[in-house]
């Protein structure tokens, strides 16, 4: 059974940074493709950034400079650092997680989802 949990949100000031924190138990990031997510209010859910098993890494345009996505394969976690937050950056964010030999393309190709972790980025 994999379980993905996240932790790390919360409230800040347009500006400020936060470090989410990804956990999986059940299984190794170290083979995955690591998403973190994020869906506003009345919004599409959206790819933040992205980690392949082999270190890879994607960025939204939005994001991009900004944000900075990572790995402890020791600590079988994944992190997502946001800084110069944007209360456009305002939304639930999901981390997710496929093993397949294929890098996912869309939501629905990641496997695992975590429970999502709030963060507001006030003005």
């Known amino acids: 059974q994999v379980q993905l949990v996240e932790s790390g949100g919360g409230l800040v000031q347009a500006g400020g940074s936060l470090r989410l924190s990804c956990a999986a138990s059940?299984?190794?990031?170290?083979?995955?493709?690591t998403g973190w997510f994020r869906q506003a209010p009345g919004k599409e859910r959206e790819l933040a950034a992205r980690?392949?098993?082999?270190?890879?890494?994607t960025y939204a345009d939005s994001v991009k400079g900004r944000f900075t996505i990572s790995r402890d394969n020791a600590k079988n976690t994944v992190y997502l650092q946001m800084d110069s937050l944007k209360p456009e950056d305002t939304a639930v964010y999901y981390c997710?997680?496929?093993?397949?030999?294929?890098?996912?393309?869309?939501?629905?190709?990641?496997?695992?989802w975590g429970q999502g972790t709030q963060v507001t980025v006030s003005s």
């Open positions: 997710a997680a496929s093993w397949s030999s294929l890098i996912p393309t869309n939501p629905m190709a990641y496997n695992y």
């Open positions: 059940g299984r190794t990031f170290s083979r995955s493709t």
């Open positions: 980690i392949t098993w082999n270190g890879g890494r």
